[in-house]
T-cell receptor
């Protein structure tokens, strides 16, 4: 039990499909993140939300569309993906920036395969 | 800018061997430092952390000491087990100027053989 829950854990989708990844945090945090982890590559920050407002979009293609309806929930909407988008997508949460000793907590990830 | 550099892997050790994974950082201010562990098929889990110089973080037999003079936060364990096989990430949280960023190393893969 990490305090950050992601669903689904595994997803296979075709290049023309539309799907969504869901994340929920139970830690009372105000910042939420999406990271992409591909084989043999460093962890890539995709999006950051603070108090439901997007504060960072790290040059992510528009086929990835985040949504943060409140501080506890974060979605990543996926459409017309490419095979190279196959990866582990990690959701995370933390206290808001400016907090001393701020710690980031991750969910277990959603394994995405694009066929 | 702030950054973290950790030793390249993979690392292979026999059970009960001593483990060191090196991590150095570059940062202004007073960052917090972390080690995360990722077991196969899972997300990153916080292993230990230290929030100020000379602090020692410890958990599950792992230790790391925040050394400001050498800008290091090396991970150590006296006797590794097969169950410690995982990827280990060193990370940094800047302070007071945080922005939105946490900085991660590239990860070090550890395999422990019986």
């Amino acid at each position: 039990e990490t305090g950050v829950t992601q669903t689904p854990r595994h997803l296979v989708m075709g290049m023309t499909n539309k799907k969504s990844l869901k994340c929920e945090q139970h830690l009372g945090h105000n910042a939420m993140y999406w990271y992409k982890q591909s084989a043999k590559k460093p962890l890539e920050l995709m999006f950051v939300y603070n108090f439901k407002e997007q504060t960072e979009n790290n040059s992510v293609p528009s086929r990835f569309s985040p949504e943060c309806p409140n501080s506890s929930h974060l979605f990543l909407h996926l459409h017309t993906l490419q095979p190279e988008d196959s990866a582990l997508y990690l959701c995370a949460s933390s206290q808001e920036p400016g907090t001393a000793g701020n710690t980031i907590y991750f969910g277990e990830g959603s394994w995405l395969t694009v066929v | 800018g702030d950054s973290v550099t950790q030793m390249e892997g993979p690392v292979t050790l026999s059970e009960e061997a001593f483990l060191t994974i090196n991590c150095t950082y570059t940062a202004t201010g007073y960052p917090s430092l972390f080690w995360y562990v990722q077991y196969p098929g899972e997300g990153l889990q916080l292993l230990l952390k230290a929030t100020k110089a000379d602090d020692k973080g410890s958990n599950k037999g792992f230790e790391a000491t925040y050394r400001k003079e050498t800008t290091s936060f090396h991970l150590e364990k006296g006797s590794v087990q097969v169950s410690d096989s995982a990827v280990y990430f060193c990370a940094l949280s800047p302070w007071p100027d945080t922005g939105n960023q946490f900085y991660f190393g590239t990860g070090t893969s550890l395999t422990v053989i019986p």
